[in-house]
């Protein structure tokens, strides 16, 4: 019976200490994405993310977030001659999957933040602007993955309830495989934890 009311002790003691090192959050932002392609420039397109996040451990923690974002790329594509060049895009809507291991270095009110983990990313929506010419001469450009692999790393700062992180994102998996297509992106955003 000692053992019993000892383990229940030692389990509420955990439990507790748990809920004292765990945070709850909403977070928003914007982010600038590429997709690397070969044979073909590509240029910057803007975009947002918005989404929660919960955060388990102060020092040494695991964030796991979900979130719903917007990415993707411009091309410019040459023509036969060489001398002018074509133009196409593509808008992803994803839903996005980070599990992040970060290190904490400060207190409650003032945190310095690194971390890094996988992302998994699934394709909801895909809109993209290609010509005909285009699809003629790049079959198969546009056959995108619905869903890819990818990294985050980056730096982070809390300020109280306020959350702020920089991150680098790179693709693990090609987004299509035809012309090594890679998304990465920049991503800026702010947060709210509620407790």
Same mark, same amino acid.
């Given at each position: 019976?000692? +053992? ?22 909403? +977070? ?53 001659? $060489? $001398?002018?060049?074509?133009?196409? +895009? ?55 993955? +619905? ?49």
């Amino acid at each position: 019976m000692k +053992k019993l009311f000892l383990s229940i002790a030692i389990i509420v003691t955990a439990a507790i200490s748990a809920k004292a090192q765990f945070s709850l959050g909403i +977070k928003g932002g914007v982010n600038f994405s590429k997709i690397s392609t070969d044979n073909v420039s590509e240029s910057t397109k803007t975009g947002y993310q918005a989404g929660l996040f919960a955060r388990f451990g102060s020092s040494l923690y695991l964030q796991p977030e979900l979130y719903l974002g917007s990415s993707g790329s411009k091309f410019n594509f040459p023509t036969s001659n $060489n $001398n002018t060049t074509t133009e196409g +895009k593509v808008k992803f809507t994803t839903l996005n999957l980070p599990l992040l291991i970060g290190k904490g270095f400060g207190g409650d009110n003032l945190n310095f933040r690194i971390m890094a983990g996988p992302v998994y990313s699934y394709v909801l929506d895909k809109n993209d602007n290609f010509s005909s010419a285009i699809n003629g001469a790049y079959q198969d450009f546009g056959d995108y993955k +619905k869903s890819t692999l990818g990294f985050q790393a980056g730096a982070g700062v809390d300020i109280g309830h306020i959350t702020a992180d920089f991150r680098y994102e790179g693709g693990l998996t090609k987004i299509n495989e035809n012309f090594g297509q890679r998304q990465n992106l920049w991503a800026l955003s702010v947060g709210f934890k509620f407790f």
